[in-house]
């Protein structure tokens, strides 16, 4: 039995194993996560989480504000084309239709 279980998990001490144990599955999912970051990675994550209640917040609303920002600054481009085109057409028509009278 001791041949089907890696190496790895054979040198982790019992309590070790034991949380692992008593881990979900969505858990287990985070960890394996967490373990595929690089170095760099787990240190800006760690910064992060090790942030106080109030920065926290303060970084996910700066993320929220940014998100807004740049979808009323893309959506804000579209109409304003949008619109722009529509004057446009609407002037070349008026133009002709004046030109048409006697």
Do not use: C, Y
């Not at 002037?91 to 239709?97: C, F, K, P, S």
């Amino acid at each position: 039995m001791t041949g089907a279980v890696p190496q790895r998990l054979r040198e982790l001490d019992p309590e070790t194993i034991l949380w692992l144990d008593r881990l979900d599955s969505k858990q287990r999912e985070a960890l394996i996560w967490a373990g595929r970051l690089n170095p760099a990675q787990r240190e800006r994550l760690d910064k992060f989480l090790d942030l106080d209640e109030d920065h926290f917040s303060a970084g996910f609303a700066v993320v929220k504000l940014w998100t807004r920002l740049r979808w009323l600054g893309s959506t804000s481009m579209w109409i304003i084309l949008t619109v722009a085109g529509l004057l446009l057409a609407v002037t070349q028509i008026i133009d002709q239709l004046k030109g048409t009278k006697p």
